[in-house]
């Protein structure tokens, strides 16, 4: 059986959220490079690292994190450990499983980006929303990310 339709108030939901998914990362990441180096994925895994107990995470709990693969996870961490924002080591506990910690110079770099991160979140999203705005639309948002995560 084909899936029902889109009616005018899905449809025109599903293209502002298809209009947000694709600008929004390109705009944030283009002023991010040039601003601090590093791109929004950089900065995520940096922001996740900050967050974790002693700035350290396994690998592949950095990558469920980040949503991303382990296998770009594995890439982006690499880049960000050969310019000393990030140490790689393998885990004591098991010897398999690689962790990834945040460095005094990620740390730097991060506080650092942080600044102009904000601006630009707030120029690009808050700026145009109401209070009620987001109030409305956080639960609408974590339902759906929610959903993705767990398909």
């Known amino acids: 059986m084909a899936p029902k339709p889109l009616d005018s108030d899905e449809e025109a939901l599903w293209r502002a959220l298809t209009d947000v998914v694709q600008a929004l990362p390109r705009a944030l990441d283009d002023q991010f490079l040039r601003e601090s180096g590093l791109t929004m994925t950089e900065y995520s895994v940096l922001v996740a690292l900050s967050e974790a107990p002693e700035r350290e995470l396994r690998l592949s709990t950095l990558a469920t994190t980040t949503s991303l ?83």
């Open 69 to 151: 693969s382990l296998s770009r996870i594995s890439r982006v961490v690499d880049s960000l450990e050969k310019r000393t924002l990030v140490a790689k080591c393998k885990s004591d506990s098991d010897g398999r499983s690689s962790l990834a910690s945040l460095t005094p110079t990620g740390l730097q770099t991060l506080r650092s980006a942080y600044p102009g991160h904000l601006a630009r979140v707030r120029k690009f999203v808050f700026d145009h929303l109401t209070k009620s705005d987001v109030t409305a639309a956080t639960p609408v948002l974590q339902q759906i990310a929610h959903a993705l995560r767990n398909q």
